[in-house]
């Protein structure tokens, strides 16, 4: 009695409990989850053999509720990571024991502290040892660990595999569903392939329990080693015969995997086993059959199964009249037939208006499909509101026409408070957008970008960037939206936005005195949003001339004067809030203002000269070259800031002859203005361009993915701060006479590499599992020690291979540079390649060596391979 | 296919997570983080889904989910999955917890998350929906429990009684034992261990 006390008066404080437990052994039952958090009285229930000897060796592991409990008194962080690393030191110990007894509780235990996010791998082959014992009750700890803790790259898996395959055929059928259910959620490759044969058994079991496992189980045989399915076409003959649901359900995603996975097995199932009729006789049961308590959910019949097997009549309707002829009736039931009131009704008629979208139906079908749509975007629920409209945008494509009708409302739900839905309603507007409405939803959209959170910014801005080029219906009009854009959401804009907006403006060269002027007096008041002040600064700059000669008949012209027009740029030039790009094409406006302006060029000299002492590297180095422009080559002065020409049209997005026009039609802009005077200026402004850029080259990597466009002009817009110029060469050499020397010191702008590094034959330098690595070689042309290798990696399986990185290791006596790769994606079929520059400095000419180290991605597991290169071409080192 | 299914609190504490395909523990708990994060900051009246965040796998996958007083059940499913089927999935086994539990709340959940476990391995796997019959999941799992029992009862006290004996170690095996007049010689015994 006393002693209860004692304890009772211990354990009001709860940190001590968990430890005064662990040192006793003593346990407690717990049965109502009252008890889960106040019951503090011990119950003994420990065997007395074990509690009498156990105290002088090894305390009896407290048990799982216990420890739970316990790391829910821990207050702070570091306390409950305290108290895991304790109780990670008992379990250690206790596996150290090779205890049986307690293993299983152990396992328990790491499996909650995995949960929490505690390592716990050190229970690996604890788990697999629960697997290999008799008793179910640690089978299923054993497995539900192994499912948990153990990754496929394990060598356990080989045990594994033992265990599961005598589990697979145990006279307990659970034993059987727990192996089957292990197998199917993360045997590997190898595993599957041992085990096929046990699963294809099981799979024609007549007990329904195993058999629908079995099914699953196959779906992830075939997922991992898809030359197996095969195996598995006998035993789905009489799969849908089949009266369980469970196994029919089951049954029909595995049919599923198949069809999607093979055409051939898509036409088998719907040339020999005649599979339409058969799911379009259970389809029927389904929905014609009353009320059967065994499967129903709110009302309707196995909602689940129904899902399935519209989404199987899909795949087989697909681009197949006969099929999708027989399952027209069946559709046009469902959709009318299916009681809309709750979620499961829902459900169903979602699944059957896509798969009437997907499959070659009848036109009276397909617009009863979109009428349901169109039903689901007035519901008050959310959540058919957010289907609606993704189904819609998976249609605008085919229908374009019917979804028109329900612009209205799809524009309404911009205006929804629920962030999936506005980003699905944004999607599906830009989708809706063409010549004849564009004006309207742009209104709508740009409404939409003023008031929308800033994740969607950037997407809104680039959809309304593509939309405005593809459909503008003047330039004008172009103009305008552009620079909404720039004044809402300008510092979301992405950068590319910039030099298409620069390109835009110089090529309609009767906007050119409208445009100058709205942008000076956008940035009159604010100059913080960056894009805006770029395109603004860089506008002022080339056209200075007309924003002060106030020539402008649209609007109401303003008075400017030079003064004024460079206090504002150099504000820029002096804010806080300008980045350094920024600054660089304001310098620049200014540079060139000193060709426009007349009087103040005294000022403009002086601006300059202050920043040839910036701490600003790049903007030094141009204020110190326009520094140089007017004290030693003034006479050049005017011709190399000379305005730039219309620069020719670069397609990013497809063809534009697309262009539908409202009615209102341009005169053709390039042809309005005369080819700016000569060759001359533009060959000097290249070799500008090379000057200014030159510092900023970096090495070439071969298929960099930046789509430079090969016109001088596009090269041209570079010269106003486009920083990561990759060294592409110029187009057209520059022919340049007076070429100012000084200007040349340490900026290379020739190719860093020679032609001699041609003859280096490449090699093959990996190639297994569908991945394959090819090295070139060049040697460089500064450092004839330096060795630049690119590697090309390409993938010919059928699924891309991602995460690729790609490491390699030399020996002490070389060094190594690996710059950055083009992409970490190597798409699948040989359909692109990643590109990767490796520099090796091979001072001593030795053979060159390499150790590399692939880690990717493909099928859906982590891959991990080591490789050694010793096939280097002598040219390569010697 | 169900990416992974994960519960978690009010709080963002874990109440449950399974992961259907292979992610390192570092980026199961990140996953959870990012989850909890997207999810806790939704109101209440607008709808269940959520594009995926950019750890479990880019736009193809979705986070579809339901608020139940004080837990978020949370399904990653990729786009072969019927969105408002799974919401019904989601119902269907908060219900079978319901009948498992008699009354299920989350202290169930916190001290009995291999049950849960267990549960879900009836309903889901593999990432693939297995049954959806919530009688048939009650009765096999019921059905376990039996047999878990059976061998912690009467038929399990053999092996314990051999494991304890195994556990005994004892220093030396007494040879002879005296009481008062009575002595008893101990035969040679077969080691234990």
């Known amino acids: 009695m006393f002693s209860s006390l004692l304890l009772t008066m211990l354990l009001k404080q709860p940190i001590f409990s968990s430890f005064f437990y662990l040192y006793t052994g003593r346990v407690r039952n717990k049965k109502n989850t009252q008890q889960y958090e106040n019951s503090m009285k011990p119950l003994g229930t420990v065997p007395v053999l074990q509690t009498s000897f156990f105290s002088q060796r090894m305390p009896a592991p407290i048990r799982l509720r216990e420890l739970i409990r316990t790391i829910r008194t821990a207050r702070t962080q570091a306390e409950e990571r305290e108290m895991i690393q304790k109780e990670c030191a008992a379990i250690r110990s206790s596996f150290r024991e090779e205890d049986n007894t307690y293993r299983c509780r152990n396992v328990a235990k790491l499996l909650y502290m995995h949960m929490l996010g505690y390592p716990a791998h050190f229970g690996q082959l604890e788990c697999l040892k629960l697997i290999a014992s008799q008793k179910f009750t640690d089978k299923r700890i054993g497995y539900l660990g192994a499912m948990l803790l153990l990754d496929e790259r394990q060598d356990v898996h080989l045990l594994m595999t033992n265990c599961i395959k005598n589990d697979l055929n145990h006279s307990t059928q659970y034993v059987q ?34 058999r629908k496992k079995a099914a699953l189980c196959a779906v992830h045989v075939i997922r991992k080693v898809p030359e197996l399915m095969e195996m598995f076409l006998p035993a789905t003959k009489n799969l849908l015969n089949e009266k369980n649901h469970g196994v029919l359900h089951t049954s029909v995603v595995l049919l599923t995997e198949m069809c999607e996975r093979s055409p051939d097995m898509l036409a088998h199932f719907r040339k020999n086993e005649k599979l339409v009729p058969q799911l379009v006789r259970i389809l029927k049961n389904l929905i014609m059959s009353g009320y059967s308590p065994e499967h129903d959910v709110s009302g309707i019949s196995d909602p689940f199964l129904q899902v399935r097997i519209l989404r199987l009549l899909r795949i087989l309707g697909r681009n197949d009249d006969d099929s999708s002829e027989a399952m027209n009736d069946i559709l046009a039931q469902v959709a009318t037939n299916t009681e809309t009131s709750k979620n499961v009704g829902n459900a169903i008629l979602y699944e059957t208006v896509l798969t009437i979208m997907d499959i070659k139906s009848e036109s009276g079908l397909r617009v009863l499909a979109i009428n349901i749509l169109g039903r689901f975007l007035l519901n008050n629920d959310k959540n058919i509101r957010y289907v609606a409209l993704t189904s819609l945008l998976k249609t605008v494509q085919t229908d374009h026409n019917a979804v028109q009708r329900h612009r209205s409302t799809i524009v309404d739900c911009l205006k929804d408070l629920d962030v999936s839905i506005k980003r ?9 957008v063409n010549g004849n409405n564009v004006r309207g939803m742009m209104k709508e959209l740009l409404y939409f970008l003023d008031s929308c959170e800033p994740e969607f910014k950037a997407d809104c801005a680039s959809g309304i960037f593509l939309a405005a080029e593809k459909y503008a219906p003047s330039k004008r009009w172009h103009i305008d939206t552009i620079m909404r854009v720039l004044t809402t959401a300008g510092s979301y804009v992405r950068d590319d936005a910039v030099p298409n907006l620069i390109q835009l403006i110089t090529n309609s060269v009767e906007m050119h005195a409208y445009t100058v002027q709205r942008l000076y007096k956008a940035i009159l008041g604010d100059y913080s949003q960056q894009p805006l002040v770029q395109v603004a600064s860089w506008c002022i700059g080339e056209y200075g001339d007309l924003l002060v000669s106030g020539q402008c008949e649209e609007e109401e012209p303003i008075q400017v004067t030079e003064d004024e027009v460079l206090d504002i740029l150099e504000s820029v030039l002096i804010s806080n809030m300008s980045a350094s790009v920024t600054r660089g094409y304001a310098l620049t406006a200014i540079m060139k203002l000193s060709t426009r302006f007349t009087c103040t060029v005294n000022r403009i000299k002086k601006v300059v000269s202050i920043y040839g002492s910036s701490i600003d590297v790049e903007l030094q180095q141009r204020a110190v070259e326009y520094n140089a422009l007017f004290k030693k080559y003034d006479h050049m002065r005017p011709a190399l800031l000379e305005r730039m020409p219309v ?13 539908q026009t409202n009615g209102e039609t341009e005169p053709a802009v390039l042809e309005t203005k005369p080819p700016p005077s000569g060759l001359q200026p533009a060959s000097q402004a290249n070799d500008l361009l090379d000057l200014l850029g030159g510092s900023d080259i970096t090495p070439v990597i071969p298929t960099a993915p930046t789509s430079k466009p090969a016109s001088a002009g596009g090269e041209l817009l570079d010269l106003l701060g486009d920083l990561n110029l990759t060294g592409s060469p110029v187009s057209a050499p520059a022919p340049q006479i007076a070429q100012p020397p000084f200007l ?22 990996y190639n297994k599992n569908g991945l394959k690595i090819d090295f070139t070689f060049e040697r460089s042309n500064t450092n004839p020690s330096v060795t630049v290798i690119t590697i090309q990696a390409s993938n010919s399986t059928e699924l891309d291979m991602t995460d690729f990185v790609f490491q390699a290791a030399v020996p002490k006596t070389f060094q190594l540079q690996l710059l950055s790769p083009s992409s970490s994606v190597i798409p699948a079929f040989n359909s692109g390649t990643i590109t990767q520059v490796i520099k090796v400095l091979n001072p001593q000419k030795q053979q060159l060596r390499m150790r590399i180290k692939l880690t990717y991605n493909h099928k859906g597991s982590a891959m991990q391979d080591l490789a050694e290169v010793n096939n280097f071409p002598p040219q390569s080192w010697q | 296919m169900i990416k992974a299914i994960l519960i ?20 199961q708990q990140q996953i959870i983080r990012e989850t909890f994060h997207l999810v806790s900051k939704r109101d209440e009246n607008v709808c269940n889904f959520l594009e995926g965040g950019l750890l479990i796998g880019g736009s193809d996958n979705k986070l579809i989910y339901r608020h139940y007083a004080t837990l978020y059940f949370v399904f990653c499913v990729d786009s072969s999955e019927s969105e408002l089927g799974i919401l019904d999935l989601i119902q269907v086994f908060v219900e079978t917890l319901d009948k498992c539990f008699e009354n299920v709340c989350e202290l169930d959940l916190i001290f009995h998350v291999d049950k849960v476990h267990n549960i879900l391995a009836e309903m889901v796997m593999g990432g693939m929906v297995l049954e959806t019959n919530m009688n048939e999941i009650v009765t096999q799992i019921d059905a376990q429990n039996k047999l878990e029992k059976s061998e912690a009862g009467l038929a399990g006290a053999p092996a314990r009684a051999v494991s304890a004996v195994k556990n005994m170690n004892l220093p030396e095996i007494p040879r002879n034992i005296n009481i008062g007049d009575i002595s008893i010689k101990v035969p040679n015994l077969p080691t234990f261990k």
């Open chain 1, 647 to 659: 620069m020719e049209k670069v397609t990013t997005n497809g063809p534009t002859e697309i262009v």
């Open chain 2, 8 to 27: 978690f609190n009010n709080h963002g504490k874990p109440r449950l997570s399974k992961f259907y395909q292979r992610y390192s523990e570092d980026t």
């Open chain 1, 177 to 210: 569903g727990l192996a089957l259910c292990t197998l199917g959620c993360m045997g590997s490759s190898e595993m599957c392939r041992d085990l096929a044969g046990e699963v294809e058994k099981l799979l024609k079991t007549s007990n329904s329990y195993l």
């Open chain 1, 424 to 432: 699905r309603a944004m999607e599906l507007s830009f989708a809706l």
């Open chain 1, 744 to 765: 040349l010191d340490g900026l290379t702008s020739q190719p860093l590499f020679n032609d001699i590094a041609a003859g280096i034959p490449s090699i093959t330098a």
